[in-house]
């Protein structure tokens, strides 16, 4: 019975982490509790999970097109060798498997990331020591973004086919010049991001009574230079990002 109770008032404060983050995070800051956050976590991850395997057929369907594309350069190939390859190509494997379970394993990886970051911003910002044991909770709650994010994600990926669907600023550009400044970098401003990154400067602003403003500029200070950063390097055409 009382397991079931705890559930239920879990649930209720994950769900104002959406519409009432504030109180949200005060309750977090008053009835502090491991199993909670960890069974957030378990949530988010599932939910990433679960998405993966859904849109795996349309990742398996590009998968044999760039096969496909890739035959028109090789006139070689009988096309019994062609059908072995694409058939092949369709099976699910050890490649999708570990695929698969990568994407929970990078729930856990950003979680860690956004930690280390947000203690180390609030040490900066607030002047005293923040013990990783009310972190982590703080950026297991923002990280709630990603369960509407991977719905969102995963029906447009469903409706349009693509892998990557645009979620950010830079789809309004239209067909502006690719070259410019915004055309560059605005791809990587993600409405979600920006989500997470207000829901975690508020938890840690408002948990250690420091200013909410100044977290989240901070935070974002830090988002920017990765944006950029990682921009920079995919112009530079490698993959190391």
Do not use: N
């Not at 109180?23 to 990433?48: G, I, N, R, T």
């Amino acid at each position: 019975m009382s397991a079931s109770i705890d559930l239920a008032k879990y649930a209720g404060r994950w769900l104002q982490v959406f519409y009432r983050p504030g109180k949200a995070f005060a309750d977090l800051e008053s009835e502090p509790a491991s199993a909670e956050w960890m069974l957030m976590l378990v949530l988010v991850m599932s939910v990433v999970l679960c998405a993966g395997i859904v849109t795996l057929p349309v990742a398996m369907d590009r998968e044999k097109a760039l096969f496909e594309t890739e035959f028109q350069s090789y006139s070689d190939l009988s096309a019994d060798q062609q059908s072995v390859i694409l058939r092949e190509a369709v099976q699910f494997d050890h490649r999708q498997l570990i695929g698969l379970f990568v994407l929970p394993a990078s729930v856990c990886f950003m979680v860690a990331a956004w930690s280390v970051v947000g203690k180390h911003c609030g040490e900066l910002i607030f002047g005293k020591p923040l013990p990783y044991g009310k972190v982590v909770p703080i950026t297991v709650y923002a990280s709630l973004v990603l369960v509407p994010e991977t719905i969102v994600k995963t029906s447009l990926v469903l409706l349009t086919g693509s892998l990557d669907p645009p979620i950010h600023p830079g789809v309004f550009l239209g067909d502006a010049d690719p070259e410019t400044l915004w055309s560059l970098f605005l791809p990587g401003v993600d409405f979600f991001g920006v989500w997470f990154l207000f829901l975690l400067g508020l938890g840690l602003a408002q948990t250690f009574r420091g200013s909410a403003r100044l977290t989240r500029l901070a935070l974002g200070l830090m988002w920017g230079m990765w944006i950029v950063i990682r921009r920079t390097f995919e112009l530079l055409g490698t993959v190391y990002v």
